[in-house]
């Protein structure tokens, strides 16, 4: 299975740039896809296809990668983004999902 | 607009099964595969599979092969999962889902939070 490794956990202050990265075990193209979750709720898509946004996503988020390597940008970060962010690939069978990065504003 | 409603929490002894539903609404049921994801408590998500209600071709996650069976009833717009031969590792929260007009899980349902236990 196609292993997607993520940080644990990141801390920033409200205003600063924050990326979350996903580095991918082997090729999945563009086809990797980004979820906010916050607690007691189910998962949101933010970013679809790598660097995508979806509807009624603000654009302080972004998208970036291919193939192995991807990243989750959120600028201006806001104190309403405290939540885990899922990274998720869907080229490769079966998809799979990263481990979440949990951010934490301070 | 698209909802899935699942239904609710549920308690099952260990070696029993567990059957789930998922009522879509505002889409056509038959037009997307409806997929199934677990979440165990505090961890990552992981999906079990993917069923096409026009037909009922499936997708499994070969982990899940033998434990998840996925159905549909296009007549009410439901999709079913049954989870049998339940341990405490099956304790989750098991959502369905849906992609939209491109890849990525648009719609998911708001969960179903099933826990093992004697």
């Known amino acids: 299975d196609t292993v997607l490794t993520q940080s644990p956990v990141l801390a920033v202050s409200p205003g600063e740039r924050v990326s979350i990265s996903c580095r991918a075990s082997?090729?999945?193209?563009?086809?990797l896809h980004w979820y906010q979750q916050k607690p007691r709720q189910q998962p949101k898509l933010l970013i679809y296809e790598a660097s995508n946004l979806a509807a009624g996503v603000p654009a302080r988020f972004s998208g970036s990668g291919s193939g192995t390597d991807f990243t989750l940008t959120i600028d201006p970060v806001e104190a309403d983004d405290t939540a885990t962010y899922f990274c998720q690939q869907s080229w490769n069978e079966p998809r799979t999902f990263g481990s979440g990065t949990k951010l934490e504003i301070k | 607009q698209v909802k899935l409603l699942q239904s609710g929490a549920a308690v099952v002894k260990p070696g029993a099964s567990v059957k789930m539903s998922c009522k879509a609404s505002?889409?056509?049921?038959?037009?997307?595969?409806v997929s199934w994801v677990m979440q165990s408590h505090g961890k990552s998500l992981e999906w079990i599979g993917e069923i096409y209600p026009d037909g009922g071709a499936t997708n499994f996650n070969e982990k899940f092969k033998g434990k998840a069976t996925m159905t549909v009833d296009k007549s009410t717009s439901t999709a079913y999962m049954e989870f049998s031969r339940m341990t405490s590792e099956d304790s989750a929260i098991y959502y369905c889902?849906?992609?939209?007009?491109?890849?990525?899980?648009?719609?998911w349902g708001q969960g179903t939070l099933v826990t093992v236990s004697s």
């Open positions: 889902a849906r992609r939209g007009y491109y890849p990525g899980f648009a719609y």
């Open positions: 082997e090729g999945v193209s563009s086809y």
């Open positions: 505002g889409y056509t049921f038959t037009d997307y595969w």
